[in-house]
């Protein structure tokens, strides 16, 4: 069990602050790293060391492994955090931490790896006898192998990039006339977007609900759920509202879930953090869609209802801590929801707006946690996500947590830029979304 | 000096063409910067405390977030990686530069390690060294100036 | 605005404890400054991946990148070097450069099968005492010529050193003889040898068998020649031209007949062997 001194967070903006944070109050050093672009930054001031790497790309900068690594090495740092998005998916980063020494505050390299072949998690999902959505064997090979598989699970299907992500190489085929020219079209975004052309087919779900569950591992084999996370409210796959517990699914559904997500995690002898995403069909079938290793934007909904702080816990993980809490403790209490607030035009198809902070006004009171990385007089860096701040409430029930939620957007006062909180504001009044009957179809559906 | 010399000062320097005053007494450091950007003065003032001053300085010592605009023929070296400075090609060896020393284009200034890695960062011109902002092993970040060269002819 | 911003930088690196980094962890290229971490190096076959610069490739490394896996059968791998002439500090030097680069002398030699076709392939290591050519060097390298005329295969040396090993005097220069002989006689049978030059190829080996090819091969940007650039200014007392001995000038004046980059090289020695193949 080691004890961490220093840990540098290897990101920015609002997961970097709440990293930071954690950290402090674990009394450990943080080494904060920033691009040019970020010199004026929340995250890189609250740090005990803030080192520039590079200009505003993040490319030059959050990407650039070999700065990054510099600053580790050069500050002698124990531990990295990835945060989310960036190098925290980076199986190479990750190994080249474990080269230098240096704990990577995440899973081993081979579980990022593995997970982040879309095929092979399916594959090891399979074999481990997780629920998976009807479709190939593993990489189609030939249009021979796609007709087969396509008749055999019915149209409509989805073509699937395996090193995919974000959308790209994907393509839903409804007649078998259009299969060989989709699986073309995706092959080639793919080669484009993640140099490698690899696809399978799944059945395509028209109308599903994207159900996920949170996981916590220790490195001595110890594995828990926090149950589950309800993230059907997207906007063109970006989420938007993500709710803990998801008000859809049954307990004995929850069970089953949990269940499976733990046995998926155990597949892979995962560690750390993690979210297990599943795809819930109209007949209450679930299926495994892909696992994030990684700590998710949405993290604060599940801590706020089972009290657990995610980001302590993988700290805590890392340096070889067992884990503290059994299965049977995780209790959940009351329902918890979070809006992510983006500079976003929403009278212009919601582009990203930029400009400077005016006049900022976080809502507060019982049972309202606002994370940001935003203050008065703040100029938004063009290069990076559109992401604000994130609004959490937690009530006894959804309904008051819904109350809270539109009491605490009404006080919300970000000027200078656009944001998404009229949409937001129109979501959490719609009969449907109190009624909890919406799917992934639904925020697009309403803004037409 | 008081509040309100202080605040007399702000206002003068406000309505003047004066972009950053710098004041030390003894134990009382005061630093006005005009961020012409946003027309508003940014006034951070230090109580340098008696132990704080027998520290020693990093060389060349500039007061924080001074934004020094270099003159048009001084060209300042920056460092294009996160890394160790070394102004020596080995420890007992003497500095490649020292302040007032003549450089060519393309000489040798100093040497940045990262990660075992030794890069030799040349001088962009030919010139003079005026001024070296680090100190020898001192840690340098992306971006961050080196050495002021002076350029001659 | 904060009290946090505006903090005073400029620290020691001597206040942190710095991690240990593995060596060649990350390599600095030559020719564009740029690091290349080191797998990404070796799944490019050790060639820059910004801008293409060779590295130098160690002997076992260039023969696997050369012939089809697990085909090559190394002979005269126990050979070594005896200090002949009792230079002093021989015997050391070559236990320190034995090793610091793993292996015995600084030529690597066997049978292999490029596309199926059987030859007999030599690869020299400049990571060895500089790649200089000594009594072993010049004996494994001839008994190679011997075992490809005894079989009737085709030979193929890749060339790297930084000239005759000065330890052993006039025995490394009498290697000169001894190997170019040897090839003489390879080629009074019609057998094809190919030699590629790699980065540098100078000196007693330059001046003897890796000019004597059928066909001379070389990689982008290795330095081929003789005497050192200095040394041929002082004597001609003239500014040397652009690019002076590189590869490329030679091509260009006609003593290497094509560059072939390292990604490329195994298809071109096949399609040469096709060509003189006969069978």
């Not at chain 1, 209802?305 to 993980?317: A, F, N, S, Y």
């Not at chain 1, 009491?407 to 719609?430: C, F, M, P, W, Y």
């Not at chain 3, 015995?104 to 059987?118: M, Q």
């Amino acid at each position: 069990m080691t004890h961490f001194n220093r840990v540098l967070i290897a990101n920015r903006g609002e997961i970097a602050v709440r990293i930071i944070r954690a950290c402090k109050e674990m009394n450990i050093e943080t080494v904060a790293v920033y691009s040019t672009a970020d010199k004026d930054s929340l995250h890189a001031a609250l740090a005990d060391y803030a080192i520039c790497i590079g200009t505003g790309s993040p490319k030059d900068s959050y990407l650039n492994l070999e700065r990054i690594m510099s600053t580790a090495v050069t500050l002698g740092v124990d531990a990295i955090h990835p945060g989310y998005g960036f190098l925290s998916e980076n199986s190479r980063f990750a190994k080249m931490c474990e080269e230098c020494g240096i704990i990577f505050i995440g899973p081993d390299s081979d579980a990022i790896l593995n997970m982040g072949n879309k095929s092979i998690a399916r594959e090891l999902m399979k074999s481990s006898g997780v629920p998976v959505i009807p479709g190939s064997d593993g990489l189609i090979h030939d249009m021979d192998q796609a007709l087969v598989v396509a008749k055999e699970i019915g149209f409509p299907v989805i073509i699937k990039a395996s090193m995919g992500g974000g959308g790209k190489g994907m393509r839903i085929v409804n007649t078998f006339e259009d299969l060989s020219r989709f699986i073309d079209q995706a092959k080639n975004e793919a080669q484009n977007a993640f140099g490698d052309s690899s696809i399978y087919i799944e059945k395509y779900i028209t109308e599903s609900r994207h159900v996920e569950f949170q996981i916590l591992a220790d490195k001595h084999g110890n594995t828990i759920h926090l149950f589950d996370r309800e993230c059907s409210i997207q906007r063109n796959n970006q989420k938007m509202i993500e709710e803990a517990p998801s008000s859809y699914i049954s307990d004995v559904m929850r069970k089953n879930m949990g269940d499976s997500a733990v046995l998926a995690a155990k597949a892979i002898e995962y560690n750390s953090a993690g979210t297990v995403e599943f795809l819930v069909d109209n007949d209450n079938n679930y299926y495994f869609i892909e696992m994030n290793t990684r700590i998710q934007v949405e993290h604060p909904t599940t801590e706020m209802v089972t009290g657990i702080d995610l980001i302590k816990e993988q700290i805590k993980i890392a340096r070889g801590d067992k884990l503290t809490i059994n299965q049977e403790d995780v209790i959940i209490r009351g329902h918890s929801i979070e809006c992510r607030i983006n500079a976003e035009d929403p009278d212009n198809h919601f582009a990203p707006s930029a400009g400077t902070i005016t006049d900022l006004h976080l809502p507060g009171g019982n049972g309202i946690r606002v994370d940001t990385h935003l203050y008065p007089g703040y100029k938004i860096p063009v290069y990076y996500d559109s992401m604000l701040c994130k609004i959490i409430c937690w009530g006894n029930d959804r309904a008051e947590a819904i109350q809270k939620m539109k009491v605490a957007l009404d006080e919300l006062v970000v000027s200078g830029i656009k944001t998404n909180t009229s949409l937001q504001k129109r979501i959490l009044s719609h009969p449907d979304f109190l009624a909890g009957e919406f799917n992934t179809n639904f925020v697009n559906k309403i803004i037409g | 000096m008081d509040v309100n010399e202080i605040i007399l000062l702000i206002d003068r320097l406000e309505k003047s063409t004066i972009g950053e005053f710098y004041l030390r007494e003894d134990e009382f450091e005061l630093n006005i910067i005009k961020n012409n950007s946003e027309d508003s003065v940014q006034t951070i003032i230090k109580e340098v405390s008696h132990s704080q001053l027998q520290q020693p300085a990093p060389l060349a010592a500039q007061p924080a977030d001074a934004d020094v605009i270099p003159a048009d023929n001084e060209v300042t070296v920056k460092s294009p990686l996160v890394g160790i400075y070394y102004e020596s090609p080995t420890p007992d060896a003497p500095p490649f530069k020292k302040i007032g020393d003549y450089v060519k284009e393309g000489e040798v200034i100093c040497i940045l390690e990262a990660m075992k890695v030794f890069n030799e960062i040349k001088s962009p011109c030919e010139g003079k060294v005026k001024s070296v902002m680090v100190a020898n092993q001192d840690i340098v970040e992306f971006d961050q100036p080196i050495m002021v060269i002076e350029r001659t002819k | 605005m904060f009290k946090f911003f505006g903090k005073q930088k400029n620290f020691s690196s001597s206040q942190f404890k710095q991690k240990e980094v593995p060596d060649k962890l990350y390599n600095k290229c030559e020719s564009c400054s740029e690091m290349v971490y080191y797998q990404d190096l070796e799944q490019n076959k050790h060639v820059c991946p910004k801008c293409g610069h060779h590295f130098p490739l160690k002997a076992y490394a260039r023969i696997e990148l050369t012939v089809d896996f697990g085909t090559f059968r190394e002979f005269n791998k126990l050979m070594k070097t005896k200090n002949v002439l009792e230079f002093p500090g021989y015997v050391d030097k070559l236990e320190k450069a034995a090793k610091q680069s793993g292996i015995k002398e600084a030529v690597i030699t066997g049978y292999g099968d490029i596309h199926g076709k059987r030859c007999v392939v030599c690869a020299m290591d400049s990571s060895f005492m500089m790649g200089s050519m000594g009594s072993i060097v010049g004996e494994k390298i001839t008994r190679a010529v011997e075992k490809s005329m005894k079989h009737r295969l085709p030979l193929v040396i890749y060339c790297a050193s930084g000239g005759a090993r000065m330890q052993e005097g006039i025995v490394s220069l009498m290697q000169m003889a001894k190997v170019s002989a040897a090839l003489k006689k390879h080629s009074e049978m019609g057998l094809l040898y190919v030699c590629v030059l790699t980065h540098p190829t100078t000196g007693g080996v330059t001046a003897s068998f890796a000019m004597l090819g059928d066909i001379i091969l070389a990689e982008p940007g290795a330095l081929i020649g003789f005497a050192g650039p200095r040394v041929i200014k002082q004597t001609i007392r003239q500014e040397l031209p652009e690019g002076f001995q590189s590869a490329e000038f030679l091509q260009d004046h006609g003593f290497v007949d094509k560059v072939v980059s390292r990604n490329d090289m195994r298809k071109t020695l096949h399609r040469i062997l096709k060509i003189h193949g006969g069978e």
